[in-house]
Each structure stands twice: as C-alpha cells, then as structure tokens.
C-alpha cells in the first residue's frame, strides 16, 4: 500500500469536516477519520518498524532544470515509528476533542485543522524529498496558527498565532536555504541522497557543516529552542488538546525528526553539533528554571516541552541517536497525556491558572491518577517510559562525557543532570498545586465524559509500558549508530535518587508552608524567571518596537508625502471640470459659434506664420 | 473669367450659411445656413475644377457626392426637428437648452421628468 494514503485520508477527511459544518457529529466524523487514518498508518509503520534502508516510492517527478522535485516517500523504521505516534496522538486528540469542544461554535474549522496537521506531520515524515518536507512543514506552520488562535476573540490567541507564526517562519528561511546548499551538494533533493552523501564522503565538511547550521535554524524555530523559544508558551491561549498535539506529536516533535533524519549530515558536520549541543545545554536548563516559576498549569507543561526537546537535541548532538529517538517517542505519549490531563482539569475548574485549582484529587479521580503517572513519567520516575528515555539520553552524554572526552558531553551530562533534578521539582509543585491542598473555586465539579477519559486511560498505559521500547533497540536505531545500551544502572539510580530527595524537598517545603505555592519564598529570583529572565521583553523592545516605528513611519510617509500628490491629482482635476462646466451652457449656437471662432483663429495664425 | 468672382460668390454665400447658423431661433432656418454653407463648398469646388483644367474632373465628382450627402444630412436634419417640434411644441433653438450642465437645467430635466407615473414616492 502506498504511504500516500496516511497523507491523503486525514486530508480528505478535512474537507469532509468543513462540508459537515458545526453539527454536533463533525466532531466524531474527525474522530472517524483519525481512526482511518490511524489504521492506515498501522498498515504502513509496522512492517517497516526495524528496518534502516527502507522502501522508497515515487509517486511523480517534477522536471525543474536542475535537480527534479520527487513526491517520493520512504517508509523506514524511524517514519514508522513516527508515523505511529502522530497517528495515534492525532487520533486520540480527536477522540478528546468531541467532548472537549462539545459546547463549541467552531468544531469545523478546528477538527478540519487538525486532520489537515496530521496530514502535514505524516508528508513531513514521510517525505522523501526536502521539497515535499518542506510543504508539509509550511502546512504545519499553518494550521498551528490557525489553531493558536481558535480563540481569536482573545487578545493572547492572537498575538500568540501570530508569535508562534513569525518565529517558526523565521527560522524556516534558514531552513530553505539549508535545502538548498544540500542540493547543492549532492544534485538532487531527495533526503536519503543527503544522508548518503555525506555518510559516503563524497559532501565535503564545509558544505555539511553550512547546510546544518541553517537547517539548525528551522528545527531551532519548530522545537522552540533557545533563542527562538519564546513562541511555544504564547502558544498557550489555543485549545488545550492543541497543544497535546503541538508538543507530543507534530510540530515541534517535527524538528527533532528532522536532525533526527539528517542525522548522517550531523555527524559530517563536527561543528553543527556542537552548536546544536550548546543550544541544546542553554534550553534545558533555562526552559526548566523557567517551569518552576510559572502560575499557569499550560505555562509549566509548555516549558517542559521546550526543556524536554533539548534532551532529545542533546542526545542527537553527541550521537546518542536511539536515545534520542527513544526519548521523543516516549515524550510523545507522557506529554499528550499530560496536556490531555491539563485539559481535563482545564474542562473542571473552568481556568488555567493553578491558583484556582488544589485539591482536585478527590474530585477528579481519573484525572488525577493518569495526570499522575504522566508527572512521574516527566521527572523520570520508575517505571514510567520517561524514566527509561531519560535514563538512555544521560547515559549517552555520560558515554560522550567520559569515553570521548568531548567538552559538549560535559557540558551536556551537567546541563541535564541539573534539569532532572529542576523537571522533579516543578512537576512535583504543579502535581501539589492542582491536586492537593485546599480546594478552590466552584464546589460542583464533575469529571469529563468517557471520550475524554479514554484516551487519557489510553496514554497513562503507553507511559507506563512505553518504557519496553529499550528492550527493542533495533526499532530505535536499525543502524545500531548510537551507543549499543540504553539502560545505564548506576545513572539511573543516581537520577532516580536525586529526584526522590527534590520531590522530597518540594515535597516539605509545601507542607511547612501550609499548601501555598513552594517557590514564593524565592522572591527575587522567583520573579525574574517568572517573567522568563525578560527575553521575551528583549526582543519585544529589540524587535518588535523598531518594527512597529519603522511600520509607524511608512504609513506617516504613505500619508503625509504621497498622498497629497495623489489626492492634488483628483482635485486639478476636479477644479477643471468645475470650471469647464460653465462653458455647457445648452445653446449650440454658442458652440458652434466657438468653433467658428476657433477656426478662424486657427486659419489666421497658421497663415500670419506661415508668410 | 477671373476665378475671383465663384470665390466671393462663394464666400459671400459661406458667411450667410454661418450667420443663418449662429443668429436664427428657428431650426428650419438654421438647417438651411448649413445647406448654404455646403453650395458655398460645392461652388468653390466647381470653380477651381474649372480653373485648373482637371482632367478627371475630381472636383465636379466630389461635389456630385457632397450634394447626395447634403441631401441626407437634410433629411435627417429635418426629422429631428419634427420630433423636437412634437415634444417642445416649438423648434427655437434658443430655448432647447436640456443639454446645459447647469443646476437650473437639472431641475428643469428633474421637473419634465417628473410626470406622476414615474416620480418616486408618487405611486398609487
């Protein structure tokens, strides 16, 4: 079967959703569809899961001059492997989403966008053909504008649609660009020639190393990493099961893909990685820091992402390429499980703010179980998949640190360290915060319906089993690139040890402060890193106000310098006509009498001219 | 023959043409300035035919058209005035003045216009 039909279904099944409107069933035909879509891609992944070379097919080929565009797509164990999770998180979001959006005008245009993301995140990995990736990369860039600001009412959605927007398509120039340097390279756009290329020698380092560094640019901007990361916590004020499907599944999970894919040009490019690595040590620890100090439930699970993304990036930068595939996977289910939790309790409490939840362990006892083991699977607790994942990406770094002996593994193994200890520490006060304590606001509250549950029941097991995934290493890495072992025991009872005594700590601090919020007594340094240490103020004062003058200048310019020689135009011309006016006065006589006159004015000069 | 004398004949007959066109209120009268207007042109034709000794005789051939031309022109000229005649009752020229873009025109075109089937707001 061909692979096209995993982009193809949930696509048709977009229009379907927009021709069906805002009846109440357009919420299950999108459900339909992801579950034909997740069958489809059942179809395709799993034969091909563990297999490195792959099938390649060719749909069609565009003559260009040059290179030819291809609409190829090849199907091998890493596209399975991400096809099944976009697959499955997409359909478990639609699922979500019928009760989600039960009460919602808008369900067309949402399940439309949503099936049309999934659609782009399996062309993006699918794809064969940096062209037909960067389509389906654009697509997504798109849609998660689109549904950023499904609230366009709110003044947040929109400015966070339009952030996200603008710093996803400012790294994706350099992504372009990246295209086509490795075109360049290697005379076609075809992605497994790149990677073959330079694993052959045939590209050199220099043009490696340039290539990724601008492609760097575009996974830099989709996985929200330093210094572009600002976007995906705006990104917030969108529908909670959006942002499951942005962090777990699509989007920013399409970055780490990506380096992922090209992870043969990575290696031929020794100072790609180590750039990679330095943004990768920065984010982790900052987006971590940055989790601990913020109010709002989606603000901790959004830099969460951003910090859990940089292990993903850490672990490809120094090799560790199964752990690093390990770890997305794996996030995939624990973050779509905990934005689906966040939702759930989003649903109840009716705010996202964690002031007004607390004690909503007794009220929402589902939630607060599978909410639970995706808290323990973050902050990489046994047995949950997180810990298994996480305990593969560290033990990479530890393999760089001491084996290798290279400056990016130490940099890395502390960097990473610090943040296991910081992740066990915000998600232990976000977990005390919603469901312990007192509980605030409205008495009445009452757990979401059944299709919101089950897929919550659904990724709380993936969580918990995903953790045999290390049991396969073949599925991760066919190639067997990165180190040979994923499960590091010393590392992992350190890890594990550390984060019992930070949980412990938070744990207590909670306790002797009477439930109120552990990190208030921080005060200065709380402050700083709630308002995110002021980058976000940076570049508005760096960026967006130059822009917005520059913007106040042209129009003071359209207005004030060329429209009066547009509007002096108009007026010459209407004083004429006013004043020609009273020359029609309805006699023809006159006229005629003008034109006699006229003539023989005429006549006369042409003849005194003339002698 | 001098060629002087068809020439002030024929000027003489252009400026009656022009002065019949440019002074009289009747249209009639203003169709026939027109018509002299043109047998000035013809004769004018004619004459310098004659004077130069032209041997295809362009000038009696064009004025055999500007007649059959006259004649149409004539004819159509008339049937304006007819029309005109049966809608203003009269034919001086210097009271057709629907054509002036004047604010008194439009109210005058607005009132003519205003017959108690078509003004708006009127209707039975």
């Not at chain 1, 899961?49 to 164990?77: H, K, M, N, Q, W």
């Not at chain 1, 552990?518 to 508005?540: I, N, S, T």
């Amino acid at each position: 079967m061909s692979p096209g039909w995993v982009v193809v279904a949930p696509a048709a099944g977009a229009v379907f959703a927009l021709a069906m409107g805002a009846r109440p069933s357009t919420g299950w035909v999108g459900a339909g569809f992801g579950l034909l879509t997740w069958l489809l891609g059942l179809l395709v992944a799993v034969p091909a899961l563990g297999d490195a070379a792959g099938t390649r097919t060719v749909l069609t080929s565009f003559p260009t001059g040059a290179a030819p565009i291809e609409v190829a797509f090849v199907v091998d164990s890493l596209a399975a492997l991400m096809v099944l999770l976009a697959t499955t998180v997409a359909l478990l979001v639609l699922l979500y989403s019928v009760g989600y959006l039960a009460g919602e005008r808008r369900r067309a245009s949402y399940t439309a966008l949503v099936l049309v993301f999934t659609s782009a995140m399996s062309l993006v990995v699918l794809a064969d053909d940096f062209f037909v990736l960067l389509v389906g990369w654009e697509v997504m860039g798109a849609c998660s504008y689109f549904l950023i600001g499904h609230y366009w009412e709110r003044f947040e959605a929109r400015a966070g649609a339009v952030k996200a927007f603008l710093l996803t398509r400012l790294g994706d120039i350099g992504l372009l660009f990246g295209i086509f340097v490795l075109a360049s390279a290697t005379g076609s756009f075809s992605i497994s020639a790149a990677g073959e290329a330079a694993a052959s020698g045939t590209m050199s380092t220099s043009q490696a190393t340039a290539a990724m560094l601008l492609v760097l640019c575009g996974v830099v901007g989709k996985s929200a990493q330093f210094p572009l990361h600002t976007w995906l916590p705006d990104a917030m004020p969108g529908p909670t099961p959006i942002s499951a499907l942005i962090h777990a599944a699509t989007m920013v999970a399409a970055g780490v893909y990506l380096v992922a894919r090209l992870d043969d040009v990575m290696a031929a490019a020794p100072v790609a990685r180590s750039v990679l690595a330095v943004i990768a040590a920065v984010t982790m620890l900052l987006a971590a820091l940055f989790a601990v100090a913020q109010d709002d439930l989606k603000r901790v699970l959004a830099w969460s992402t951003v910090s859990q993304l940089a292990y993903m990036f850490a672990a490809l930068s120094v090799g560790a390429y199964a752990a690093g595939v390990f770890h997305l996977v794996s996030h995939g289910a624990f973050k779509a499980l905990l934005f689906l939790g966040a939702g759930a309790v989003v649903h109840a409490v009716g705010g996202t703010s964690m002031e007004v939840m607390g004690g909503l362990r007794r009220r929402l006892p589902l939630t607060f179980v599978t909410t639970t083991i995706g808290f323990a699977a973050l902050a990489g607790l046994v047995p949950a998949a997180g810990f298994f994942s996480k305990d593969a990406v560290l033990g990479g770094l530890l393999d760089a640190a001491l084996h290798e002996g290279s400056w990016q593994g130490w940099l890395l193994l502390v960097s990473g360290l610090l943040t296991v200890v910081v992740t066990a520490a915000y998600s232990m006060r976000a977990w005390l915060l919603v469901f312990f304590g007192r509980p605030h606001g409205a008495d009445v509250l009452h757990e979401a319906p059944w299709m919101m549950h089950a897929p919550l029941i659904v990724l709380a097991a993936c969580s918990l089993a995903g953790g045999a995934l290390v049991l396969a290493p073949d599925v991760l890495d066919p190639l067997g690139r990165g180190p040979a072992d994923l499960v590091h025991p010393v590392l992992a009872i350190a890890t594990t040890a550390a984060v019992l005594l930070t949980a412990l700590v938070t744990y207590a601090e909670w306790w002797r402060v009477d439930g109120i919020d552990p990190v208030a007594r921080f005060g200065p340094v709380r402050r700083g890193l709630f308002a995110e240490l002021g980058v976000g103020r940076a570049y508005q004062a760096a960026v967006v106000r130059p822009t917005w003058a520059l913007a106040r200048l042209v129009v003071a310019t359209d207005r004030d310098v060329v429209e009066p020689y547009v509007r002096g135009a108009g007026v010459t011309a209407g004083g004429l006509g006013t004043a020609l006016r009273w020359l029609q006065r309805g006699n023809a006589q006159v006229y005629v009498a003008a034109v006699v006159v006229g003539a023989l004015a005429i006549g006369l000069t042409a003849g005194w001219l003339g002698a | 023959m001098s060629v002087l004398f068809p020439l002030v004949v024929a000027a003489l007959l252009f400026a009656i043409g022009v002065y019949g066109v440019l002074a009289r209120r009747n249209a009639v009268l203003v169709l026939m300035g027109v018509e002299l207007m043109l047998n000035a042109v013809n004769l004018n034709l004619v004459a310098f035919d004659a004077y130069l000794r032209d041997v295809v005789h362009s000038g009696q051939v064009l004025t055999l058209f500007v007649i059959a031309i006259a004649a149409a022109e004539i004819g159509l000229g008339l049937a304006i005035v007819l029309m005109v005649f049966r809608s203003h009752r009269h034919i001086d020229v210097d009271r057709l003045r629907e054509l002036s873009d004047s604010a008194a025109a439009d109210e005058a075109i607005a009132r003519d216009a205003g017959t108690p089937t078509c003004a708006p707001g009127s209707g039975a």
